[in-house]
């Protein structure tokens, strides 16, 4: 069970147990591993890492698919950023795991609910927390 502190009578938990912890960390990690695959993957669309298509080739197809085959680096690249920084932000939560400071909302102290935490492990707002930012 999560540590607990006394306030007026009330239990109010302070932080996940150790075996929460560890739950979570599982899934993270798991995340982790998809995400830096497919990183990679996207990685390799935008540098042609991998590429074994007609495009050196076939100089007659090439003209009319470099605009496509631009837009679609592009989008390659942008999503590539996406991922990266979902991977950062995974790693910034087995950190928060490991100080045993994961699940904590930084803005409001209170711990943020393990249903939130299971569908978006690098949370760091309660959705009351992240309304309230919004609507600023």
């Known amino acids: 069970m999560a540590e607990e502190m006394k306030d007026g009578g009330q239990d109010i938990q302070v932080r996940y147990s150790d075996e929460e912890l560890q739950e979570f960390k599982t899934i993270i990690l798991d995340m982790l591993d998809k995400a830096k695959k497919e990183y990679k993957t996207l990685r390799d669309m935008v540098t042609h890492g991998s590429s074994n298509?007609?495009?050196d080739?076939?100089?007659t197809f090439k003209?009319?698919?470099e605009g496509a085959a631009t837009l679609s680096k592009e989008e390659a690249g942008q999503?590539?950023?996406r991922q990266y920084k979902f991977i950062q932000n995974l790693e910034a939560?087995?950190?928060r795991i490991e100080n045993k400071t994961y699940g904590v909302?930084?803005?409001t102290g209170k711990l943020i609910p393990k249903e939130r935490l299971r569908l978006v492990p690098h949370a760091t707002l309660t959705?009351?927390?992240k309304e309230m930012l919004n609507k600023k």
Request: include cysteine; charged fraction near 25%; proline fraction near 5%.
């Open 53 to 55: 298509d007609i495009e």
């Open 57 to 59: 080739t076939s100089p």
């Open 63 to 65: 003209i009319m698919e």
């Open 79 to 81: 999503l590539a950023q």
């Open 93 to 95: 939560a087995l950190v």
């Open 105 to 107: 909302c930084r803005m």
């Open 127 to 129: 959705v009351e927390a």
